[in-house]
Each structure stands twice: as structure tokens, then as C-alpha cells.
């Protein structure tokens, strides 16, 4: 029998992450570069610390934590994210950093000395949700985005990504591009419904969807609500419903690998007796397949054109984030399918539809990633749930996962 990780500690440093941006309602708020998420950082950077990691914080704040091994290798890198959506969960992306924690003090206790330097990193503003590119930490440590390009971010909330980096003390100096993993293997709660539904304890993710974010914006006419006539209107608002109503038959006609969503929305002037004369609101459109994407994306577009003719509405968009669809490499399939099978876990191939840091890492480096159950398959959400045992069993794989790849 293989040797597991401490359920316990682990836990343990779950319930005290999910402290720092704690909600009422048992969910986490905790937005990239906010000071909840610097107490976070500090708290997990404090962990790296105790356990004598070699920690480095790069140019665009990514915390990095080097266990040394035997030679100066190319490092096994495990990682995920600290900064959640707003009403989030406890577990998205901080299993995943606090899981590789747990590893390597697991791996210290152990005594095992590897081949390669095990790492495990949190990245910065995987969700993108204040900083709407997402996963600019991943894409910045592999020299896709340059720290410079992540500086100039604009929040939602009129905020500068460098300025509050900065701010927050977490403008490192390790160079983003200089470290080059052999691996990267994501540790994540699945934040769907599959393996809940089927009752099996761990995903071995074979590829992630594609990803493409745009920001509409709506122009029409502001008048008067009780005397402008409806043939007369010019109503922003109304266009933005129709465009909503549309990403559904949308996703429905493009296959059951398609989804739509329309996830924020703002009216100008946003007065009770006044149509609107600006509608502004995010379109967020997913497939597994590059192709149907685009078709996707191409549908849309014609839509937005039939909707400036019919309602005399201008309408502008602005493409937040694009990335294509990327299978995981088939090394670490096997490295993680094999740990599976020696703890006897029921575990099965699956795709990805959420996004993560791995998404960017599988361009960079060879990418694998662990699921493990969410409850009634909900994920950001406070109701977000995985059960101790559940975290416990996907925490042993990726521990005997990164062994492996690691050669010990
Ligand atoms: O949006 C996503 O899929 C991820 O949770 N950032
Ligand atoms: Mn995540
Ligand atoms: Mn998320």
C-alpha cells in the first residue's frame, strides 16, 4: 500500500484559507489583488516558509515554492489559484495550491529525495473576474502576456493590476519566463456534475475547453418611458435581452459541448422611467472543439448585425480573452492513471469545462490535471462542497503522481 497525505493538515489549512474573505453565507469573496487576497498570499507564502521551500514571488505576483531535488532539473510543478470569483467557494483553485503544499511536506516527512525540484505555485488572477483576461498569472510565468502587458490591466472597479500589485507588496523580481517546468500537473475540484453523478472519486482530465470572453456594448436612444411610442424606440436594453435570449439557442444549436452566458450586464442610465441608452454586458462562449467555437463566435457576430438593423442600435464588442482548446499530454495521463489505479480509487477520463491555469501550462509544458467531485456539481457558488475523503483521495494521487514524474 502506498503512503497518503495527512487529511487532516490538509483540512486544516483549507479551513483556515477559506477564513480570508470568508462570507455569511459560507462562501469566499477574495478577487485578485484585493487586500483579502494579500492576506492570503501572506498567509500561504508564511506555509511555503515553514516548510523551507525555496519560495519566489515573480514579476507579476505568482507564488513559487521549490522543494530542492537531487539535481537542478527541469522541476515537477503542481499549482492552481488563490483569488475566487465574487460568492465563490472554498475550494476552486485552493485545493489545488494547498493539495501541493500538503505534498511536499508529505514528501519531506517521508524523507524521499527526488530527481527533479517539486514545485507548487498559486498564480495570479486566475478567474478574471477583476482583471478580465483571465489566468494572467499562468499566462505571464510562461511568457505568453508580459509582465508589462499585466501591468497595464484595467479592473472592473477602475483599478490598474501594477498599481495594486504594488500595493499589495507582491511585485516580485523573479523573472516570469525563467523557469521552465518538466512537468505541471493541476490539482481541482471538477466544479461539474460528472463524477458527483457517477460516483467516482477522481478525474483524469484528457483535455480542457477552448475559452473566448467579449465585452458588448449597446448604443441607443435615451427617451422618455411612458411617451415614446414603441415603433419610435431605440431601447439598448431590449437589444441586450434579445442578444441574451439568443446565447441559448445558440448553445442549443451548436451541440451539448457548447455553452453561452451572458454573466454581467449594466444599463445607462439605469433609471426606472427611462430606456435605456446604453446596455453593457459580457458574452462568455465555450467549446471543446476549436471549430465550433469559431462557428460559435461567427453566429454571434451575424446576430449582433441583424440586431443594429432591426432595433437601430450600434453595437461594439471587445474580445476580453481567447484560447483554444488543448488536450492534456499523454505522459501525465498515464502518470496520473497509474497512481488511480494503486489506490484502487474508481476514477475515469473527462474533459474539462471550466478553465485553469493548466489551459495556458499545456502550451508551455507537459499538462495533466486531477478532478475530484463537486457536490450536485455546483462550483462557483458558496454551496461549492468536495468531501474530506474526496480531497484526501485526489491529494494521494497527485502526491504519487508527482513522484513519479519526478523520479524518486
Ligand atoms: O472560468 C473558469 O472556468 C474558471 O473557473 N476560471
Ligand atoms: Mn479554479
Ligand atoms: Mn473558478
Not at 498564480?123 to 477583476?130: A, I, L, Q
Not at 483535455?207 to 448604443?219: A, D, H, K, L, R
Not at 462557428?295 to 432595433?311: I, M, P, T
Request: hydrophobic share 40%; net charge negative; charged share 20%.
Amino acid at each position: 500500500m502506498e503512503f497518503k497525505i495527512n487529511k487532516a493538515r490538509f483540512d486544516q489549512r483549507l479551513a483556515e484559507l477559506a477564513k480570508i474573505g470568508a462570507r455569511q453565507d459560507g462562501g469566499v469573496s477574495r478577487l485578485a489583488l484585493t487586500d483579502e487576497d494579500k492576506a492570503a498570499r501572506d498567509l500561504v507564502v508564511g506555509w511555503m516558509k515553514e516548510l523551507n521551500l525555496q519560495v519566489h514571488i515573480d514579476q507579476v505576483g505568482n507564488l513559487i515554492g521549490i522543494l530542492p531535488g537531487k539535481t537542478a532539473e527541469e522541476p515537477v510543478v503542481m499549482g492552481s489559484h488563490i483569488d475566487t470569483v465574487p460568492a465563490g467557494g472554498r475550494f476552486d483553485g485552493a485545493a489545488g495550491v494547498l493539495a501541493g503544499l500538503e505534498v511536499l511536506e508529505t514528501i519531506q516527512e517521508q524523507k524521499i529525495q527526488t530527481r527533479r525540484p517539486i514545485a507548487v505555485i498559486a498564480f495570479t488572477n486566475e478567474e478574471g473576474v477583476r482583471y478580465r483576461t483571465d489566468m494572467i498569472g499562468s499566462r505571464a510565468f510562461c511568457g505568453f502576456l508580459s509582465p508589462k502587458q499585466a501591468y497595464a490591466a484595467r479592473g472592473t472597479d477602475g483599478s490598474n493590476f501594477g498599481e495594486e500589485l504594488k500595493r499589495i507588496g507582491y511585485a516580485g523580481e523573479f523573472l516570469c519566463g525563467s523557469l521552465h517546468p518538466h512537468a505541471y500537473v493541476e490539482y481541482h475540484i471538477e466544479q461539474g456534475p460528472v463524477l458527483d453523478q457517477q460516483q467516482i472519486t477522481v478525474g483524469v482530465v484528457t483535455g480542457i475547453t477552448g475559452i473566448s470572453w467579449q465585452e458588448v456594448t449597446i448604443e441607443g436612444q435615451a427617451n422618455h418611458a411612458g411617451t415614446t411610442p414603441t415603433a419610435m424606440r431605440h431601447d439598448a436594453g431590449l437589444a441586450a435581452a434579445r442578444v441574451i435570449v439568443y446565447l441559448r439557442e445558440l448553445a442549443n444549436s451548436l451541440g451539448e459541448n457548447q455553452r453561452a452566458t451572458c454573466g454581467t450586464i449594466a444599463f445607462l442610465p439605469n433609471a426606472i422611467n427611462v430606456i435605456p441608452a446604453k446596455a453593457v454586458f459580457s458574452v462568455d462562449l465555450r467549446n471543446s472543439d476549436e471549430s465550433v467555437l469559431m462557428e460559435a463566435e461567427l453566429r454571434l457576430g451575424d446576430f449582433l448585425k441583424r440586431v443594429e438593423g432591426e432595433d437601430g442600435v450600434s453595437i461594439n464588442t471587445v474580445q476580453l480573452a481567447r484560447i483554444q482548446p488543448e488536450a492534456c499530454h499523454p505522459d501525465i495521463i498515464t502518470a496520473i492513471t497509474q497512481s488511480a489505479q494503486d489506490f484502487d480509487y474508481r476514477h475515469r477520463v473527462m474533459m474539462s469545462g471550466a478553465v485553469h491555469d493548466a489551459l495556458i501550462m499545456a502550451r508551455y509544458c507537459p499538462t495533466g490535471m486531477i478532478f475530484v467531485p463537486s457536490k450536485n456539481g455546483i462550483s462557483h457558488s458558496p454551496a461549492e462542497y468536495t468531501s474530506l475523503d474526496d480531497l484526501e483521495a485526489g491529494a494521494n494521487v497527485l502526491c504519487h503522481t508527482v513522484l513519479n514524474l519526478s523520479k524518486r
